[in-house]
């Protein structure tokens, strides 16, 4: 007590003060060592279930890889471990076995009746875990204490020549931060091969409670005359990114929520995650290997998609003006396809369904903006684009993906800028890969190094077999 009334005077506080602040840190402390400890008893299980299912499965085979798959992309072969979401072509994405509608229903809430928080999906993609609210609050507090940048991050980003994309500054931010990385550290330091996941968890930790200041800073440099708005204290991760960006009612907070929730992780062949886990394959810090994502998110088959919907949704309300009809619309579509063009936002290489994360952006428009003249289009398309596509026959899937409707949601709210849609997609996808590695490196994955072939060698192998 007689220290604590030094540092009272020390510091000018009052007693409920410095208590509560005493309070603030032991809780921080006890969330930060409850989440880690979870992972240092779960770690050695997994090792152990890896282990066995190399000795009892590893001559077995997955697949067989066809020529058009290697010449495709590697779509659909079986050759990379994900332990953090899986996509289910009936369900849609679960996350650590979860749907969207269990994590809207299991995970803990700002408000009753509310969207789930990220840091509760964060917690259970490390764990498996579906935590309490408590303990969501508490790491909650835990990023708020990570979340500080350093000084030299706003002078680059400021230092960045005007119209620099958002997501060329998102990349350079990242990278910006690598010189604090603790496992580049411990790695030059010569941290034995089993550590390797502490300083990657800690890395991982701090790089997503520092994201949403990094985007805040880049929206309001590109956007908003450069004025930063500080954290709010009392605020949760995604609400205080929709604060920091200028955005304070509670619905915006509310789409925050969710939109960072739902984008959070798509299992681990599409471009970012996978980018993300070949790059860190290598030992790269979490900073290089999130950067390599980023710059294949960036791409318009990938997380530009939401943008470019929202651009052709504007361009049917030009040409459809007031409130079309569902036969207006099915004409629109028609000639949209007949121009060679595809139905931005429909169709998806995995799912046989309509992908449940639109579903629950639907459902939150339904909600809060029913009367919305751009929802009511998407409405309206969402009637009629899979009827037009089963007609074609030439689509396996023509139901809409997630890109089908975020954008809608961010310009109702004001968040007009599409350049920047990405950036947001980018602090979601954080969630799901760098939780991704730091179970990689717990489970000691080796670097990946598929084995490629040259056209040639494809013509001798089955040209041999033919002519026999």
Same mark, same amino acid.
């Given at each position: 007590?007689?220290?604590n009334?030094?540092l009272?005077?020390?510091?000018?506080?009052?007693?409920?003060?410095?208590?509560?602040?005493?309070?603030?840190?032991?809780? =921080? +402390?006890?969330?930060?060592? $409850?989440?880690?400890?979870?992972l240092?008893?779960? !770690? &050695?299980k997994? *090792?152990?279930? /890896?282990?066995?299912?190399?000795?009892?499965?590893?001559?077995?085979?997955?697949?067989?890889v066809?020529?058009?798959?290697?010449?495709?992309?590697?779509?659909?072969?079986?050759?990379?471990?994900?332990?953090? =979401? +899986?996509?289910d072509?009936? $369900?849609?994405?679960?996350?650590?076995?979860?749907s !969207? &509608?269990?994590? *809207?229903?299991? /995970?803990p809430?700002?408000?009753?009746?509310?969207?789930?928080?990220?840091?509760?999906l964060?917690?259970?993609?490390?764990?498996?875990?579906?935590?309490?609210?408590?303990?969501?609050?508490?790491?909650?507090?835990? +990023?708020?204490?990570?979340?500080?940048?350093?000084?030299?991050?706003?002078?680059?980003?400021?230092?960045?020549?005007?119209?620099?994309?958002?997501?060329?500054?998102?990349?350079?931010?990242?990278?910006?931060?690598?010189?604090?990385?603790?496992?580049?550290?411990?790695?030059?330091?010569?941290?034995?091969?089993?550590?390797?996941?502490?300083?990657?968890y800690?890395?991982?930790?701090?790089?997503?409670?520092k994201?949403?200041?990094v985007?805040?800073?880049?929206?309001?440099?590109?956007y908003?005359?450069?004025?930063?708005?500080?954290?709010?204290?009392?605020?949760d991760?995604?609400?205080?990114?929709?604060?920091?960006?200028?955005?304070?009612d509670?619905?915006?907070?509310?789409?925050?929520?969710?939109?960072?929730?739902?984008?959070?992780?798509?299992?681990?062949?599409?471009?970012?995650?996978?980018?993300?886990?070949?790059?860190?394959?290598?030992?790269?810090?979490?900073y290089?290997?999130?950067?390599?994502?980023?710059?294949?998110?960036?791409?318009?088959?990938?997380?530009?998609?939401?943008q470019?919907?929202?651009?052709?949704?504007?361009?049917?309300?030009?040409?459809?003006?007031?409130?079309?009809?569902?036969?207006?619309?099915?004409?629109?579509?028609?000639?949209?396809?007949?121009?060679?063009?595809?139905?931005?936002?429909?169709?998806?290489?995995?799912?046989?369904?309509?992908?449940?994360?639109?579903i629950?952006?639907?459902?939150?428009?339904?909600?809060?903006?029913?009367?919305?003249?751009?929802?009511?289009?998407?409405?309206?398309?969402?009637?009629?684009?899979?009827?037009?596509?089963t007609e074609?026959?030439?689509?396996?899937?023509?139901?809409?993906?997630v890109?089908?409707?975020?954008?809608?949601?961010?310009?109702?709210?004001?968040?007009?800028?599409?350049?920047?849609?990405?950036?947001?997609f980018?602090?979601?996808r954080?969630?799901?890969?760098?939780?991704?590695?730091?179970?990689?490196?717990?489970?000691?994955?080796?670097?990946?190094r598929?084995?490629?072939m040259?056209?040639?060698?494809?013509?001798?192998?089955?040209?041999?077999?033919?002519?026999?």
């Amino acid at each position: 007590m007689r220290g604590n009334r030094g540092l009272q005077t020390v510091l000018g506080l009052s007693s409920r003060t410095l208590a509560s602040c005493w309070e603030v840190a032991s809780r =921080s +402390l006890s969330t930060a060592s $409850e989440l880690k400890s979870v992972l240092q008893e779960k !770690i &050695p299980k997994e *090792q152990e279930r /890896l282990k066995n299912i190399k000795k009892n499965y590893g001559s077995q085979e997955l697949g067989k890889v066809k020529v058009e798959q290697a010449i495709g992309g590697m779509r659909g072969i079986p050759g990379l471990l994900w332990e953090t =979401s +899986l996509l289910d072509p009936e $369900e849609g994405i679960k996350f650590r076995g979860y749907s !969207i &509608p269990d994590l *809207q229903m299991k /995970l803990p809430t700002a408000t009753p009746g509310g969207e789930p928080l990220p840091e509760g999906l964060l917690w259970l993609l490390l764990t498996g875990e579906i935590p309490s609210k408590s303990q969501v609050e508490g790491l909650s507090q835990e +990023l708020r204490a990570r979340a500080k940048l350093p000084a030299h991050v706003g002078k680059t980003l400021a230092s960045l020549p005007a119209g620099t994309h958002p997501m060329t500054q998102f990349s350079i931010a990242v990278l910006a931060l690598q010189p604090t990385s603790e496992f580049a550290k411990a790695y030059s330091e010569g941290i034995h091969k089993t550590k390797y996941w502490e300083p990657v968890y800690e890395d991982s930790l701090n790089l997503i409670a520092k994201l949403p200041a990094v985007a805040a800073q880049i929206y309001n440099n590109t956007y908003k005359g450069g004025k930063q708005i500080a954290a709010d204290p009392n605020l949760d991760w995604a609400a205080n990114l929709a604060h920091m960006m200028g955005y304070d009612d509670e619905e915006v907070l509310e789409l925050m929520r969710l939109y960072q929730t739902i984008h959070a992780d798509h299992e681990g062949g599409n471009v970012s995650a996978h980018a993300t886990h070949l790059v860190g394959s290598a030992l790269s810090d979490p900073y290089y290997s999130f950067s390599a994502g980023m710059a294949g998110l960036a791409g318009p088959l990938h997380g530009l998609a939401n943008q470019e919907v929202l651009r052709w949704l504007v361009d049917v309300k030009k040409e459809l003006s007031g409130t079309p009809s569902a036969d207006q619309v099915k004409d629109f579509v028609w000639k949209t396809l007949k121009s060679g063009r595809v139905i931005p936002g429909y169709g998806h290489a995995v799912l046989r369904q309509t992908d449940p994360r639109y579903i629950c952006q639907r459902e939150f428009a339904q909600k809060h903006l029913p009367n919305d003249e751009m929802f009511q289009l998407v409405s309206k398309l969402y009637e009629v684009v899979p009827g037009v596509l089963t007609e074609t026959g030439k689509v396996k899937n023509p139901w809409p993906n997630v890109d089908a409707h975020s954008g809608v949601l961010l310009q109702y709210y004001g968040i007009k800028e599409e350049n920047f849609y990405t950036v947001l997609f980018g602090v979601s996808r954080s969630l799901g890969v760098l939780s991704q590695g730091v179970w990689s490196r717990a489970l000691g994955l080796p670097i990946e190094r598929p084995k490629s072939m040259t056209m040639e060698e494809i013509e001798k192998k089955f040209a041999a077999s033919q002519a026999a």
